[in-house]
């Protein structure tokens, strides 16, 4: 065994060249273990990263070995494992990189001390389990969530608990999609079933913005540093066969990037307008997108949890769990094919749960995420369906703003309507009516648990009505 230390400080200066510091280190030939340690001064926040001798320069495809966020202090990879959110197997000998993120520097130099040790003893390549592919015969509507969590990151729970979480609630599909890895990949595919198909994904986790990318296989480099690089991802993302999402683009003091700060390139897939329980800003998300719309972008619309599961069976409140919010898609199937074409802009709307609401809204026969092309100036035929909405408010918003509402009498309503269509696209939401008390108890239960953000006052939330559902945009091309 071999231990080299790898010390000095940082300052802020230091982020001028980026947010992420490279310490490079040798790796012998027949090393078969590699265990890295370190430590920083009080007052700062240092995350922790693995790169192998193939790490290129940004976007790189090849050379991930695990990263952990500050989630732990010490990781290891060998050739017959690995610490969750890290790569085992084979160990070529080279240049390797432990990378530090700079994720909060305070004012004073941060001291940091990190020991790699390198052992050669012998230990045989591990097999890994076996993919499945599954697909769940339809068409029908399929409900998931998108976004969630386990301990191959920042999570305490493990994959078990999560996906027996997703299972309880009757979600048909799951996302995971862990922070700035893979390592959950494998394992996620591997449970796959018919019962609960797997999406597997990463949140590319930026300090300035968080991403959801789904549908590549293996890593996706989270090293964004300038300019243009969120263009440049997601073009790289798109070559490698996958959609990129901005997730939760909203204020959130007392969370490190977790507000939107890059550039929202055009060429967006999704956009994550519902993120974890609605009194959590989702507001501002929703207008951002409307934005977005206006500007004549079509990214799906789409919720998730961001579940970190504590584990199960679950003992926070259901505003909290996997399934809350939900994202349905009509498909002919389900598949991750088939989740990855409902996520490129199918026919999907997200509600507060598994039960619903459920939402449907067509426009001259259209549906939801595809384009009408009418005469200009001709009234449109609008007919939505929503069921389990009774006493709640069904209202529509175009690129104007509200340009209708009308109360839900029952458990299953059509509503049909003439629109003087006046901008390029339509879209439905179903609100709470009179729920006041609901909410208290709702921010209140949050608030004991310490997870209601910063700033964030009851009045503020009740301040604003609560989305039950949302619907996808109908696109309108006036034709002249
Ligand atoms: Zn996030
Ligand atoms: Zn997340």
Same mark, same amino acid.
Request: aromatic fraction near 8%; hydrophobic fraction near 35%; include cysteine.
């Given at each position: 065994?071999?231990?080299?230390?790898l010390?000095?400080?940082?300052?802020r200066?230091?982020?001028?060249n980026?947010p992420?510091?490279?310490?490079?280190?040798?790796?012998?030939?027949?090393?078969?273990r590699?265990?890295?340690t370190?430590?920083?001064?009080?007052?700062?926040?240092?995350?922790?990263?693995?790169?192998?001798?193939?790490i290129?320069?940004?976007?790189?495809r090849?050379?991930?070995?695990g990263w952990s966020g500050?989630?732990?202090?010490?990781v290891?990879?060998?050739?017959?494992?690995?610490?969750?959110?890290?790569l085992?197997? $084979?160990?070529?000998?080279?240049?390797w990189?432990v990378?530090?993120?700079?994720?909060?520097?305070g004012p004073?130099?941060?001291?940091?001390?990190v020991e790699?040790?390198?052992?050669?003893a012998p230990?045989a390549?591990?097999a890994?389990?076996?993919?499945r592919?599954?697909?769940v015969p339809?068409?029908?509507?399929?409900?998931?969530d998108?976004?969630?969590?386990s301990?191959?990151s920042d999570?305490?729970?493990?994959?078990?608990?999560?996906?027996a979480?997703?299972? $309880?609630?009757?979600?048909?599909?799951l996302?995971?999609?862990?922070?700035?890895?893979?390592?959950?990949?494998?394992?996620?595919?591997? %449970?796959?079933?018919?019962?609960l198909v797997?999406?597997?994904?990463?949140?590319v986790?930026?300090y300035?913005?968080?991403?959801?990318v789904?549908?590549?296989t293996?890593?996706v480099d989270?090293?964004?540093t300038?300019p243009?690089?969120?263009e440049?991802?997601?073009e790289?993302v798109?070559?490698?066969?996958g959609?990129?999402?901005v997730?939760?683009p909203?204020? &959130?003091?007392?969370?490190?990037?977790? *507000?939107?700060?890059?550039?929202i390139?055009d060429?967006?897939?999704?956009?994550?307008?519902?993120?974890g329980?609605?009194?959590?800003?989702n507001?501002e998300?929703?207008e951002r997108?409307?934005?977005l719309?206006?500007?004549?972008?079509r990214?799906t619309?789409? =919720?998730? &949890?961001?579940?970190?599961?504590?584990?199960?069976?679950?003992?926070?409140?259901?505003?909290?769990?996997v399934?809350?919010?939900?994202?349905w898609?009509h498909? *002919?199937?389900?598949?991750?094919?088939t989740?990855?074409?409902g996520?490129?802009g =199918?026919?999907?709307?997200?509600?507060?749960?598994?039960?619903?609401?459920?939402?449907?809204?067509e426009v001259?026969?259209?549906g939801?995420?595809? $384009?009408?092309?009418?005469?200009? =100036?001709?009234?449109l035929?609008v007919?939505?369906?929503? #069921?389990g909405?009774?006493?709640?408010t069904?209202?529509?918003v175009?690129?104007h703003g509200?340009?209708?509402?009308?109360?839900i009498?029952g #458990?299953?309503?059509?509503?049909?309507? %003439?629109?003087?269509?006046d901008?390029?696209f339509?879209?439905?939401?179903?609100?709470?009516?009179?729920d006041e008390?609901?909410?208290?108890?709702?921010?209140?239960a949050l608030r004991?648990l310490?997870k209601?953000?910063?700033?964030l006052?009851? *009045?503020?939330?009740l301040?604003r009505?609560?989305?039950?559902?949302?619907?996808?945009?109908?696109y309108i091309?006036?034709?002249?």
């Open positions: 065994m071999t231990t080299v230390v010390e000095g400080a940082v300052t200066d230091a982020l001028d980026g992420y510091l490279a310490l490079p280190f040798e790796v012998p030939a027949g090393t078969t590699i265990d890295v370190y430590r920083f001064d009080d007052g700062h926040i240092l995350d922790l990263g693995l790169f192998d001798a193939r290129a320069s940004f976007p790189s090849e050379g991930f070995r500050s989630a732990r202090r010490q290891f990879v060998a050739r017959d494992g690995a610490t969750p959110g890290y085992g197997g $084979a160990i070529d000998a080279g240049t990189q990378v530090l993120g700079l994720a909060k520097l004073t130099p941060c001291h940091y001390h790699i040790t390198t052992d050669s230990r390549q591990g890994e389990p076996r993919p592919s599954v697909t339809g068409p029908r509507w399929f409900r998931g998108l976004h969630s969590h301990y191959y999570a305490r729970g493990s994959l078990d608990d999560l996906l979480a997703a299972r $309880a609630r009757h979600l048909d599909f996302a995971v999609t862990d922070h700035n890895t893979v390592g959950h990949h494998v394992p996620a595919r591997a %449970a796959s079933s018919s019962d797997i999406l597997p994904g990463e949140e986790t930026t300035r913005g968080h991403a959801n789904w549908g590549v293996g890593w989270f090293r964004i300038r243009g690089d969120v440049r991802l997601v790289h798109h070559r490698r066969g959609l990129f999402a997730n939760h909203r204020h &959130s003091p007392n969370c490190i990037g977790c *507000d939107w700060e890059h550039p390139p060429t967006i897939d999704v956009f994550e307008a519902w993120n329980p609605w009194a959590y800003r507001w998300a929703l997108y409307d934005a719309l206006r500007r004549g972008l990214p619309l789409v =919720g998730g &949890s961001d579940r970190h599961q504590p584990g199960w069976p679950d003992t926070d409140p259901e505003s909290l769990w399934g809350s919010p939900t994202t898609f498909l *002919d199937a389900l598949s991750e094919a989740l990855l074409q996520l490129a =199918g026919r999907a709307f997200v509600s507060e749960g598994p039960q619903g609401p459920r939402l449907d809204l001259e026969g259209a939801m995420g595809s $384009a009408v092309h009418v005469p200009a =100036g001709r009234a035929q007919t939505s369906d929503v #069921e909405g009774a006493g709640s069904l209202r529509y175009g690129a509200v340009v209708r509402e009308v109360p009498p #458990e299953r309503f059509t509503d049909r309507f %003439a629109w003087p269509a901008g390029p339509l879209r439905a939401e179903v609100l709470a009516v009179g008390a609901a909410v208290t108890e709702q921010y209140e004991a310490g209601v953000p910063h700033g006052s009851l *009045d503020e939330v301040g009505p609560r989305r039950r559902a949302l619907s996808n945009p109908v091309r006036a034709e002249t």
